[in-house]
């Protein structure tokens, strides 16, 4: 039984969140029109309205809802301008204020009752329009019932006594100043609410950058790098060239700190991040593994070939310090590369490119040293039982 009423929702209301949402509204205005059609058509029977002039109103109103109904159900609201409320919570609201003046043109001793219906269509709109369009459409509502009373007032005092009008027009004008005023506080929660949802998000998004990069070069971070490093080793399967690992680590960058600043040595950080960044191929990350240590990662990749990135981003290095003002330090690095054969090898290699690149420093610095990897333990063989 639950799934046949989900079927049946999904078929009348649609199954996407927001035009679902959209749907059913549209689908309550409609529901409020066949009403109405029916207590006026009470009143025809009653002998209180005559049958020729409630059916084009009736048809009005009907003709109004299934309209709008099948524009947000076949998704055509979604192919409007974007300045317009996918909703249509003016063009439903402007449609039923015409059919409410209309009703109380034609409805005759029970038209004080028509206001009531005027505060529900502007109480409709007050989550979708903001302050200033609330105010507008509730004048326009006044606007329209207010001549309607009267142009009665005018040609048939008999049935619509001038001073009742009066008496019916202000009572309007406080209902709808009333809703208005309601409307414009809604209208500053909302606003106040959404203000406060991009915040969040604001506050969630830096949150997460700080957890996962480096706040002065931008980088990747230590424990972000080691959780993408977990991920991709986890859907590589031998025998693929596993992953090639760099670790780099800048030359000589303590006695840039201390005889030029740690401003300079910042500059340097950031620089080298750029020019790395710039190099690195597609699929490949770079992270900042520590002061001025920093983590290459190269998936799918031999440690040869790992070698001939670092060569690109050396040269690379060199050629941004001849452009660059001769009073910038040039920077060099010393780096250690090897092979991860798998998961379980992560922190071996992690190992072995560090003492690599100790290596290299030990053994003059401006270069790169490569470890290799221990040999792959073979399967056992699974033997079939004879």
Avoid at 48 to 57: F, G
Avoid at 323 to 335: G, L
Wanted: charged content about 20%; hydrophobic content about 50%; aromatic content about 6%.
């Amino acid at each position: 039984m639950t799934r046949i009423a989900t079927t049946i929702s999904n078929a009348l209301l649609g199954s996407e969140r927001r035009q679902r949402l959209r749907a059913s509204q549209s689908l309550l205005v409609l529901t409020v029109y066949v009403v109405f059609a029916l207590v006026q058509h009470g009143e025809v029977r009653l002998g209180m309205i005559e049958a020729s002039q409630s059916w084009p109103l009736t048809a009005w109103g009907l003709s109004g809802g299934v309209f709008f109904f099948v524009m947000i159900r076949s998704g055509l609201n979604l192919r409007l301008p974007a300045s317009m409320d996918p909703s249509l919570p003016i063009p439903q609201s402007l449609w039923a204020m015409v059919a409410i003046s209309w009703s109380y043109g034609i409805t005759g001793q029970a038209r004080g009752g028509v206001i009531l219906i005027m505060m529900l269509v502007v109480t409709f709109t007050i989550f979708s329009l903001n302050a200033r369009q609330a105010r507008l459409l509730a004048a326009i509502g006044f606007a329209m019932i207010v001549s309607v009373m009267a142009y009665k007032a005018h040609v048939d005092p008999t049935r619509y006594e001038p001073r009742v009008e009066i008496v019916h027009a202000m009572f309007a004008a406080i209902v709808m100043v009333a809703m208005v005023a309601l409307a414009v506080r809604v209208g500053r929660m909302r606003a106040g609410l959404q203000r406060q949802r991009a915040e969040l998000a604001q506050a969630l998004e830096r949150i997460q950058m700080l957890a996962t990069r480096d706040e002065l070069t931008g980088l990747t971070n230590r424990r972000a790098a080691m959780e993408r490093m977990h991920a991709e080793l986890a859907v590589r399967h031998r025998p693929e060239p596993g992953m090639a690992l760099a670790l780099i680590d800048l030359d000589h960058f303590k006695s840039i700190n201390d005889t030029l600043g740690h401003a300079t040595g910042d500059a340097v950080l950031r620089r080298f991040a750029e020019c790395a960044t710039s190099v690195v191929r597609a699929g490949d990350f770079l992270a900042r593994w520590g002061g001025e240590e920093f983590l290459l990662v190269m998936p799918a990749t031999t440690p040869e070939e790992g070698l001939a990135v670092l060569a690109r981003l050396r040269e690379r290095l060199l050629h941004e310090t001849s452009d660059a003002d001769t009073s910038a330090p040039k920077v060099t690095f010393s780096a250690g590369v090897t092979r991860c054969v798998d998961l379980q090898d992560l922190g071996q290699a992690i190992a072995r490119a560090d003492e690599a690149m100790y290596c290299a420093k030990r053994s003059g610095r401006d270069r790169a040293l490569l470890v290799p990897a221990p040999a792959l333990t073979p399967a056992p063989e699974i033997r079939q039982p004879a």
